[in-house]
Each structure stands twice: as structure tokens, then as C-alpha cells.
């Protein structure tokens, strides 16, 4: 009992905390500072805790959870994501007059459903996961109830996520039905003995659980939601639903790719090339007619869940180790570059054209040069994170017989290079139109800091994160 | 003719033949009340199978509190002009009528050729139906499901409530 306790440590802890920050928020006139800051805190200490579980091993709750390793990491990652969101969201929110203090359990529940995906070893408990995260990114994507746009995404958001839900609940009863288990080491045991009831059901079970996982994802052709909700939520929620949001679905991704690859009777490898290639393209083409700078990175985070599909279809122990450290990698360069967006914004939705960032190295030369180094990292550019994401990714494919795939993926990440470095160039090339006060930076900084940090060590020294990767998949699979 | 397979067969007829009045019926209200009868059907049909805690679960919220919102909304919208709506011929109900066939082709396949299941019920889906037993699953097995569980409704409750507050008192 310790034991499964301490497997979901930082889960159980967070959930708590969030709990009783939305109590003080009841008993605490004028709570939201001391809110902001509790959440803070808690999300540092679940982080805490993630590192000091991460040399645990095993399986608890009756086979519910995994503890240690791969769940531990994503425990790390969530908790930072987390983190950078709430350190960044108190000035957006203050400026945009929508300071509530549920903002921040609401982040800490969101965070508490994606440490319930990576920790899960049962479908059931991947649901739950799946529904806490999705449930709270539907309220904090319309937490600017008085913006249409933000509605918008949020009733968006709401109704075509219910429908993806009903896809991954319909997956799962079919996959339960055929394999008589919804625990993963049971079902990868019943379809290597062949003891199967309804054969025919596991390849509808596994393509319907795909579909949800990859609506979750946003890759092509469920990726249609991304760019309107990602553009009309609020620019700290987007940053971190793009980055978190992602990194749970392939966190759910792996373990059951990995239950479901070698005995599926449908040819996954195959479906996930297909995919990982129509999204990469699809994403990064369509960012190219972007004036809006938010869409333009919704769509470009559209391009990434392509990349990092491809570490699906390799198959192997190496493609998953890039897509975790692609996953980290991204969460540092996305949420840097939408902390950047955030400062600069304006309420009313003001200065996120394109063309607004004309000049900016001339007003704020700091902002401008870290915004330059996130779009080199997005594109894919050394010496920054993004490169070796991409080329572990790559080299992981051709490992997998997919060459075709790399060259689509090399080829996407040239046409992404043109509007990256488009933003590059407007902000050092171009003169600034009129005169404007901006926002102070505050607060934003720390967190940007902390991004701009990851970016450039996981970049200058990639083998540290990659090897602890690795060996996330030597032990446990 | 035992009485397990009257019982069926009154329940069946029943939840067959309130399932073609809420389809039929022009009149919303009438529409809704004959659903409520037909979850009845269905709970009646659940007991026969064993599945009490289920039966119980159907009336309570669907018969209960599902149909209860469904007759306010009725209520609410006040759809009056429904029972003049005349139904034109188009593509779309061209559609629904070759899937509807389609799946009672489907239907009718299943239940008239070879059965290959067993029709008794197995010890173990005996029991599965009581009260006992899913109290017992579900604080042992599933035990950290259930409490996590909670969580999801527990942030649906709080969403709920900020997304439809009328006014935001600071």
C-alpha cells in the first residue's frame, strides 16, 4: 500500500494541493496572490517529487498505475510546464481583468489528468487522465468569458473533444470486449496467445483509440480543431495546452503503441507514417499564410505533433526516447515563444499581427533576440534544442526503413524555416510602425529565462536528457 | 412456458412498442413520456438478466434526472410549432432510411443464423449484477480509479460554475 502511494505521489499530492487552493480561494478575501503563489510552490514540490520517485519501479493499484521511470519523467515535465504557465499567467490574467483564483487549481488539475495518462496501466484509468486534462483546458480555453473568440474556442474546443472522448470510450469497450482486459500487460499478453474473444474487433478497437489519442494530439486529419481554439484561447492557456496537452497525449501514445505494435493485426507502423508525414506537411504549409501570430504557432504546433509522430513509427526503444526529448525540448521553445507573445499582447486581442512585431529589436532588443532563438529552435536550427529533437527523430526513422518519411520531415522543416525566419527578419529588418507603450516584462521573465535556459543546454549538451530517455525504455519495456 | 420468458416478452413488447411511439409521436411531451416508460422496459429487462444494481442505476438517472432535464428543456424552449413541422423528401432522409435498413438487415442476420454463444450466463456474470459485488470491485480492484474519478467530476462542477456565472464580483 506504501508503495502504490508512493508510485503516485506527485498525482496524489497536486490533486490535493489543487483542492485546497480552491479552498483558500473561499476562505481568503483578496486570496489570488496567495493562490498564485501556493500554486506555485505546489507545482515546484510535485516536481520534487517526481525526481525523488523517478528510481522507483513497478506497478500499483492492482495494476492501475505504473510508478517511476516514464511516468516519473512525464510527472517532471507536466510539473514544469505547469509551472512556467502560472509564474507567466498572473500579470496576462491581471491585465486582461480575468484574475479568478480558479485559474490556478484549474492549471494544477489539468496538470493532475496528464500525470494520470503517463502514469496509467489500465484503459480505464487513461480515460479518467485523458477527461480531468481535457475537461479543464475546455474551461480554461473560454476563461475570457466576455471575449467572443474565447468562447468560441472553448465551445469549439468543448463539443468536437466530446466527440474525440466518444471515439477513445467506444476504442477502448471494443478493445476490452476482445481481449476480455483493459489492463495494458494483459491485453499485450491475450493478443500474443491469440486469446482473443471477437478477433475482429481489436483493429476497429485499436483504429477508434488512435483517432481519440490523435484528436488529443492535434495530427492530421484531426488537427482541424488546433489552430481556432489555440488562437482565440487565452495566449498563457494556449502555450500551455500546445505543450502540456501534447506531451500527455504521447505520453499515452507510447505505452499503448507499444502494447498494440508488434501484435496488432492492423499495420500501425504503416497508418502512423502516413499521418506523421500529412501532418508535418499540412501543418507547416498552412502556417506559411498566417498573418496572426497565434495561429501561425498553432499551426506550426500542428507540424510538431507530426515530427514527433515519427517517433511512433519507428517503433523502437530510440524513436521513443526522441519523442521524449523532442517532447521537453518543446515545451521549453513553445511555451518561451507564447510568454514572448503574452508580454507584447495587448487586451482586446491588440498586437499579435505579424507586422506588429516590426522592429521590435529596436524597443526591446532582449525579447527580440530570445524570441529569435525560439524560432531557430522551432525550425530546427543548431545549436538550439529543436535540432536535436529533430534529428533523433529522423535518424529514428530511417533505423525503421521509413527514409521516404525523413525526406517529408526534412522537406517540411525547410518550408517551416520561411515564416520562423520571417518573424526574424520583421522584428530586425523591418521599422516599427508608430509609437507604443508595451507591458512590462515581470514576473514573465523568470519563466523565460528558465525557457531560454533549456533551449540552449538542451541544445549545447543533448546527451544528458537523452540517455536518462533511453533508459526510460530499457527497464520498463 | 416459464415465467422468465413471459416476463421477457412482455418487457420486450413494451420497450418496442414505446420505443416506436417516441419516434412517432408529433408532440414532444408525449414523445418524452414514452421514453420514460421505455427506460422502464429496459430496467424491467436488466433484473431479468440479473443486473439489479443496474436496473436500479437506469431508473434513477435516466428515468430520474435525465428525463426530468429533457421535460424542462421541453418546458423551457416551449417547441409548440413542432406539431405543424411537415417532413419534406430529401437526400438526408434518403440516408437514414438505407443505414436504418442496413443495420436491421444486420440485425436480422444475427439473430437468424448459427448462435455461437452460450445462452446461459456464466458463474461469474451471475453475480456481477449485485449491489455486494460492485460495492466489493469497486473499493478493492478499482479502488484508485474511483477516488480519481472524483477529480473529473469534482473540475466539471467548478467549470460549470465560472463558465456560466452571470456576473464576476472582484
Given at each position: 500500500m506504501v508503495q502504490d502511494l508512493l508510485f503516485t505521489a506527485p498525482f496524489t499530492f497536486l490533486s490535493v494541493m489543487a483542492i485546497i487552493a480552491m479552498v483558500l480561494d473561499a476562505l481568503i478575501v483578496n486570496s489570488s496572490r496567495i493562490t498564485f503563489i501556493f500554486s506555485a510552490i505546489t507545482l515546484l514540490f510535485s516536481g520534487i517529487l517526481g525526481i525523488s520517485t523517478f528510481g522507483l519501479h513497478g506497478i500499483g493499484f492492482n495494476g492501475m498505475v505504473t510508478g517511476g521511470g516514464f511516468a516519473a519523467y512525464?510527472?517532471?515535465l507536466f510539473s514544469i510546464g505547469g509551472l512556467l504557465t502560472i509564474l507567466t499567467s498572473r500579470q496576462y490574467l491581471q491585465r486582461e481583468n480575468i484574475e479568478h483564483d480558479e485559474f490556478y487549481s484549474l492549471v494544477l488539475f489539468a496538470v493532475a489528468g496528464m500525470m494520470l495518462i503517463a502514469h496509467s496501466n489500465h484503459l480505464l484509468i487513461l480515460f479518467i487522465g485523458i477527461e480531468v486534462m481535457s475537461v479543464s483546458f475546455y474551461i480554461l480555453s473560454g476563461y475570457m468569458?466576455?471575449?467572443?473568440?474565447?468562447?468560441?474556442?472553448?465551445?469549439?474546443?468543448?463539443?468536437?473533444?466530446?466527440?474525440?472522448?466518444?471515439?477513445?470510450?467506444?476504442?477502448?469497450?471494443?478493445?476490452?470486449?476482445?481481449?476480455?482486459?483493459?489492463?495494458?500487460?494483459?491485453?499485450?499478453?491475450?493478443?500474443?496467445?491469440?486469446?482473443?474473444n471477437?478477433?475482429?474487433?481489436?483493429?476497429?478497437?485499436?483504429?477508434?483509440?488512435v483517432i481519440g489519442l490523435s484528436f488529443k494530439a492535434a495530427a492530421f486529419p484531426f488537427h482541424q480543431w488546433a489552430p481556432?481554439?489555440?488562437?482565440?484561447a487565452p495566449t498563457i492557456v494556449t502555450a500551455f495546452m500546445s505543450t502540456a496537452g501534447k506531451a500527455a497525449a504521447f505520453a499515452a501514445f507510447i505505452p499503448i503503441v507499444t502494447v498494440l505494435m508488434p501484435s496488432a493485426p492492423v499495420k500501425l507502423q504503416m497508418i502512423f507514417a502516413v499521418m506523421s508525414a500529412a501532418t508535418m506537411l499540412i501543418g507547416n504549409i498552412s502556417a506559411l499564410a498566417q498573418t496572426n501570430i497565434k495561429r501561425m504557432l498553432a499551426f506550426s504546433s500542428v507540424a510538431h505533433a507530426g515530427y514527433i509522430m515519427m517517433g511512433l513509427v519507428s517503433g523502437s526503444q530510440y524513436?521513443?526516447?526522441?519523442?521524449?526529448?523532442?517532447?521537453?525540448?518543446?515545451?521549453?521553445?513553445?511555451?518561451?515563444?507564447?510568454?514572448?507573445?503574452?508580454?507584447?499582447?495587448?487586451?482586446?486581442?491588440?498586437?499579435?499581427?505579424?507586422?506588429?512585431?516590426?522592429?521590435?529589436?529596436?524597443r526591446h532588443p532582449v525579447l527580440a533576440a530570445f524570441m529569435t532563438i525560439f524560432m531557430f529552435s522551432l525550425a530546427g536550427i543548431p545549436p538550439f534544442a529543436g535540432f536535436f529533437g529533430k534529428y533523433f527523430l529522423f535518424t529514428a526513422a530511417i533505423d525503421a526503413g521509413f527514409l521516404w518519411l525523413t525526406l517529408v520531415g526534412v522537406l517540411s522543416s525547410i518550408i517551416s524555416v520561411y515564416f520562423y525566419i520571417g518573424l526574424i527578419v520583421k522584428m530586425y529588418f523591418t521599422e516599427p510602425e508608430g509609437q507604443r507603450e508595451d507591458n512590462e516584462v515581470g514576473m514573465s521573465g523568470l519563466s523565460l529565462i528558465i525557457t531560454i535556459a533549456g533551449v540552449i543546454v538542451l541544445g549545447i549538451l543533448p546527451s544528458g536528457i537523452l540517455s536518462i530517455a533511453s533508459n526510460l525504455f530499457n527497464s520498463t519495456h | 412456458m416459464s415465467l422468465h420468458v413471459i416476463m421477457f416478452s412482455l418487457l420486450a413488447i413494451l420497450a418496442i412498442a414505446t420505443g416506436v411511439l417516441l419516434v412517432t409521436r408529433r408532440n414532444p411531451v408525449s414523445a418524452a413520456v414514452s421514453l420514460i416508460l421505455h427506460f422502464f422496459a429496459l430496467s424491467g429487462l436488466y433484473l431479468t438478466l440479473n443486473a439489479q444494481f443496474l436496473a436500479a442505476v437506469q431508473i434513477l438517472v435516466y428515468?430520474?434526472?435525465i428525463m426530468v432535464l429533457v421535460v424542462f428543456v421541453i418546458m423551457l424552449l416551449n417547441l409548440g410549432k413542432?406539431?405543424?413541422?411537415?417532413?419534406?423528401?430529401?437526400?438526408?432522409?434518403a440516408i437514414t432510411i438505407a443505414m436504418s435498413a442496413a443495420l436491421i438487415m444486420q440485425l436480422v442476420l444475427t439473430f437468424t443464423g448459427n448462435p455461437t454463444g452460450k445462452n446461459q450466463l456464466s458463474a461469474a456474470s451471475e453475480k456481477i449484477g449485485s449491489p455486494a459485488e460492485i460495492g466489493n470491485i469497486l473499493y478493492s480492484t478499482y479502488i484508485f480509479p474511483f477516488e480519481a474519478i472524483s477529480l473529473l467530476l469534482l473540475v466539471a462542477v467548478v467549470g460549470s460554475i465560472i463558465l456560466a456565472k452571470r456576473t464576476v464580483d472582484k
Open positions: 512525464f510527472d517532471i468569458r466576455n471575449n467572443a473568440k474565447s468562447v468560441e474556442s472553448s465551445l469549439k474546443y468543448f463539443l468536437l473533444g466530446a466527440f474525440a472522448t466518444g471515439f477513445l470510450v467506444y476504442g477502448i469497450a471494443l478493445i476490452y470486449g476482445s481481449t476480455g482486459s483493459m489492463d495494458y500487460n494483459q491485453i499485450a499478453l491475450n493478443i500474443n496467445n491469440n486469446a482473443l471477437f478477433p475482429a474487433l481489436l483493429p476497429v478497437g485499436v483504429a477508434l483509440i481556432d481554439v489555440y488562437q482565440g524513436g521513443y526516447s526522441g519523442i521524449v526529448f523532442y517532447l521537453t525540448a518543446y515545451m521549453f521553445m513553445q511555451i518561451g515563444s507564447f510568454i514572448i507573445v503574452a508580454i507584447l499582447e495587448r487586451n482586446g486581442e491588440k498586437y499579435l499581427e505579424l507586422s506588429d512585431y516590426a522592429g521590435l529589436s529596436k | 428515468a430520474g434526472a413542432e406539431q405543424n413541422m411537415r417532413e419534406n423528401f430529401n437526400p438526408r432522409t
